[in-house]
Each structure stands twice: as C-alpha cells, then as structure tokens.
C-alpha cells in the first residue's frame, strides 16, 4: 500500500528559528498539500501545489512560509523565522487528480515553537 | 457560512450505535469524507461519499448523505472501545479538503 512519508515526526526549534519540514509523496500523485492543525483544532489547508508551482494558499501561508519540490520526490514546507504560534502538528498530503476522490495523508509532524 | 459544521462531542454506550451529524457548504462539492483521528495520530480515512449518491454502507459504517440541506452524517453500528476517537467531516472543494472541527466520539463502558 503506498504511503506518505514525513520526517521528522517531531521538530522543537525555538522561536526566530528556520525548520523545514520535508515529505515524500506518493509517486505517481500529481497534487501536493501542507495542512496545519494547532492543538485541539480543526485541520486547516496551507497551500497546494501542483505543476512545479502553489495552485493556492490560505491567507495562514504568509511570506514567513515556503514551499518546494527541490527533485522528484520530496516536498518541502519552509518557515523561515518560526513563532509561537507556529506550534502545530503540519500534514502533508498527495492527491493523484481530480478524477480521484482520495486525498492521502502523513503522519504528521509535530512542531513545537519554544 | 464558509465552515463545515458539526458537534464537538458525542458519548455513547458500547455497543449501541454512533450518529455524528455535519452539514457542509459547498453544494459543488465533489465528495465527501469521514476521516478518523486517534490521539496523537495522524488522519485516516474512513470513508467517503460521492455527491450523487444519497447512502453508502461499509462494514458498521452507513454514511448518508442529504444534499438538499447539505447533510451528512456518519453511523458507526455496535460501537466498540476502538473507536473512541475524533471523527471529522470535510468536503472536497476546489481540490483541496476542508474539515470540520471534529467530534470527540467517547464510549462509555
């Protein structure tokens, strides 16, 4: 059974800090995301990104977030001065196409902002 | 409004039946999903339904689905102690997934 990977499943960074949380998708999946869920909320979209370039993003993906596709395999989300409020678990996700109905989800990584 | 909406807490005795209830937005919404979240875990995927369907039964699972009122709810039959958990509903739109808040299921021995 294909399956996302994420690493690392937890990160601590204190706050100013740069993390780069990093996904392998499933291979032949076209459509990437990153979804955040803080802490006893609900599961929110970040970005998507298809194509080599974001498709979207959510008005939470401000200028401190990045996101790359660096070779065929992995999928990167980037912040570059974390905050506090930062402190989430981030899911990464792939999708073969619109024809398809299943969005496959990581495992999570778990990032704490001290 | 722009949220899927549903309860955020459901007790229930073993081995009688879970009803979670969601209503959703978007009526252009291709599918619909129940995914599954045990503590500390990550999202599974439990089931989905297509829009143009109105009932979908898989195992102790019967999703139905009220497009009209933009209704979904989740039936877990003979609930066990595997499946306290939280459930959230989420809707496909414009290819990415929207999700409720979630409803902590919780079974009561």
């Known amino acids: 059974e294909p399956e996302v990977t994420q690493t690392p499943s937890h990160q601590v960074t204190q706050m100013g800090q740069e993390v780069i949380l990093r996904c392998v998708p499933i291979?032949?999946?076209?459509?990437f995301y990153w979804y955040r869920q803080i802490l006893g909320q609900k599961v929110e979209f970040l970005v998507s990104?298809?194509?080599?370039?974001?498709?979207?993003k959510s008005e939470i993906f401000d200028d401190q977030f990045s996101v790359e596709r660096p070779d065929g395999s992995n999928f990167t989300l980037k912040i570059r001065s974390t905050k506090l409020e930062d402190s989430a678990m981030y899911f990464c996700?792939?999708?073969?196409?619109?024809?398809?109905?299943?969005?496959?989800f990581g495992p999570g990584t778990r990032l704490t902002v001290t | 409004g722009e949220d899927v909406e549903q309860s955020l807490f459901l007790s229930v005795r073993e081995g009688d039946s879970s009803v979670i209830n969601c209503t959703y937005t978007?009526?252009?919404?291709?599918?619909l999903y129940w995914y599954k979240q045990e503590p500390g875990a990550g999202l599974q995927l439990l089931t989905y339904?297509?829009?143009?369907?109105d009932m979908k039964q898989d195992q102790r699972l019967t999703v139905l689905l009220n497009k009209k009122d933009k209704h979904l709810s989740l039936r877990i039959a003979d609930t066990q102690t595997g499946d306290s958990a939280i459930y959230f509903c989420?809707?496909?739109?414009?290819?990415?997934?929207?999700f409720g808040k979630g409803t902590r299921l919780h079974i009561l021995p």
């Open positions: 989420a809707e496909n739109r414009d290819d990415k997934i929207i």
């Open positions: 291979s032949n999946h076209l459509y």
């Open positions: 990104f298809y194509n080599n370039e974001i498709s979207e």
């Open positions: 978007d009526s252009s919404s291709t599918y």
């Open positions: 339904i297509f829009s143009n369907m």
């Open positions: 996700a792939s999708f073969r196409g619109p024809e398809t109905y299943e969005q496959y």
